[in-house]
């Protein structure tokens, strides 16, 4: 994915998506696929909103069933089967306890049935039951008062961020073009009320330029109705804040997921081993901020997720000491504005105006559904001989059985394959053994580092330890003691000065104690 200015990029398109978010980055891979010219933008970087801040899960949504919503539960998991399958080394299965206890929370009855529908939508059981001193031997630490067992089942886990500029990246090696920090300033139409192109601006440099096109996809997120007002009175987009906590391994040494019942609201909480790190969360409160702001997780939310673990772990005393950082995300949630936030539907919807389609709600795990829905909605608008379902695996597929040639550790190879796809070889191509190590307290790897800064257009450090890597949320302080071998991995790759490198440091100093802080230190 090479760096490309306004002024570089070709003026005339079959199809332009806004939003470089896990929905843009869906229609613009299917897209690309059918055989269209697509031009993807935008206007931050490239999974900067709630894509690269969710809670790391590809899931059917077990809470779902709870609520009689029975056919997002089915697709979630139908799509959820499909991705692991497709998507070895980038999604992964992620088995998930429940503790069933006498006192509060779902009883075994109901949690098992749950489980045994949740298993058929997947053609197969997937939960067990265990006594409770089987079940505490797999969670050390897990409060045993009143505890009658629990379950396991199984569902997925995914680095949203690398799943999002995996889609991109292969729809860039297949003909797409993808511009981050490059903002719609205005969508252009003709005296019928038409699409006919769009006037974009580079956010940063302040080049500008007009592009044709008679369809543009409108895939911003919370940002949609910017856009595209809603057409259903009454119905708007509400933005709900889901904010987590992370912790190192040692101050919750998980092997598997646990979810547990906060008992404040009775809401379910995670605790997932996610990345060398236990990812907490999540919290679901209007969010009530800018939107172009960092978002940030509030005190109340902080102390929220940390009297969840104390609920659950009293003995292993977790304070704000041994926390790593802080992660927090918006969701666009459609809302009539009369339930409580984790009432809402995550049901997504698409609307259409003259060549405008706009696509919002919807979670995760169902991107692909959501990008061929959005595509069916845009046909009319498109080329007339294109087909706007093909029915093939989302990635490019890679070596399955992994050999150890060059000295690559089969698990090294798995990791690479998953994020990168076939360029995972031009990385350890362009790497030595000391590179294939994995950085402290982590799971990435440090060839990785120099990869992104040179092919995935860094503008910012905050970029590259945020989202191309995460070991800025997964090691203290944004990763301040890793930061002279990060500098001396990318210099050569960077053309970044002196200067540049210098307010860069600062300038991420200063996102992450606002975005990413640890309330009361």
């Not at 997937?126 to 409060?143: D, L, N, W």
């Not at 005393?317 to 927090?328: F, G, H, N, V, Y």
């Not at 009432?343 to 997504?348: D, G, I, P, T």
Request: proline share 5%.
């Amino acid at each position: 994915m090479e760096k490309m200015t306004l002024s570089e990029t070709d003026k005339k398109w079959d199809l332009i998506v806004i939003g470089g978010g896990i929905t843009g980055a869906g229609v613009f891979r299917e897209a690309v696929r059918i055989g269209l010219k697509v031009l993807l933008v935008e206007q931050n970087d490239f999974s900067w909103g709630t894509s690269s801040r969710s809670s790391k899960m590809v899931h059917g949504g077990l809470r779902y069933l709870k609520e009689g919503r029975f056919l997002l539960t089915r697709t979630s998991v139908h799509e959820r089967e499909r991705l692991l399958k497709e998507s070895p080394g980038l999604i992964e299965p992620l088995e998930i306890l429940v503790p069933v206890y006498s006192d509060h929370g779902p009883g075994k009855q109901a949690l098992s049935l749950g489980l045994s529908i949740y298993g058929l939508m997947a053609h197969e059981k997937q939960h067990t039951y265990y006594e409770p001193k089987a079940f505490t031997a797999m969670v050390p630490g897990v409060k045993e008062d009143k505890l009658v067992g629990g379950f396991s089942f199984y569902d997925a886990q995914v680095d949203d961020a690398r799943l999002v500029l995996r889609l991109i990246n292969e729809a860039v090696l297949a003909g797409g073009t993808a511009l981050n920090y490059t903002q719609v300033r205005e969508i252009l139409r003709d005296s019928r009320g038409s699409v006919y192109g769009i006037h974009l601006d580079d956010v940063e440099t302040g080049e500008s330029a007009e592009f044709q096109t008679e369809t543009v996809i409108n895939a911003t997120g919370s940002w949609a109705e910017k856009l595209h007002p809603s057409p259903k009175e009454g119905l708007h987009l509400r933005p709900l804040r889901g904010s987590h906590i992370i912790l190192a391994q040692e101050a919750l040494p998980l092997t598997k997921a646990i979810s547990f019942i906060h008992p404040e609201d009775n809401r379910p909480i995670f605790a997932t081993p996610w990345e060398g790190g236990v990812l907490i969360g999540t919290t679901d409160v209007d969010h009530g901020r800018d939107l172009s702001l960092e978002p940030y997780i509030s005190d109340p939310e902080f102390a929220y997720l940390l009297e969840g673990l104390e609920a659950y772990f009293p003995s292993l005393s977790i304070s704000e000491d041994q926390c790593l950082s802080t992660l927090a995300g918006v969701r666009p949630v459609l809302s009539e504005g009369k339930l409580a936030p984790s009432k809402e539907s995550r049901e997504s919807v698409v609307w259409t105006d003259k060549g405008l389609v706009t696509v919002t709600g919807g979670k995760l795990t169902t991107f692909r559904k959501m990008a061929f829905d959005t595509l069916k909605a845009a046909k009319p608008f498109l080329p007339s001989s294109i087909n706007t379902v093909v029915s093939q695996a989302v990635f490019t597929k890679v070596p399955v059985n992994l050999s150890e040639d060059d000295m690559v550790p089969k698990e090294v190879w798995r990791r690479l394959y998953g994020r990168y796809g076939l360029v995972a070889t031009d990385i350890v191509k362009d790497s030595d053994a000391k590179e294939w190590e994995t950085i402290p307290g982590t799971n990435t790897i440090w060839a990785e580092i120099r990869y992104a800064a040179k092919h995935e257009n860094i503008r910012h450090l905050s970029d590259l330890l945020l989202r191309r890597v995460r070991i800025g949320i997964l090691t203290p302080e944004g990763g301040k003691m890793h930061m002279d071998r990060i500098e001396a991995l990318c210099r050569p790759v960077l053309s970044w000065d002196d200067r540049k490198w210098s307010h860069e440091k600062t300038a991420y100093e200063a996102l992450w104690k606002s975005a990413h802080r640890i309330p009361r230190r």
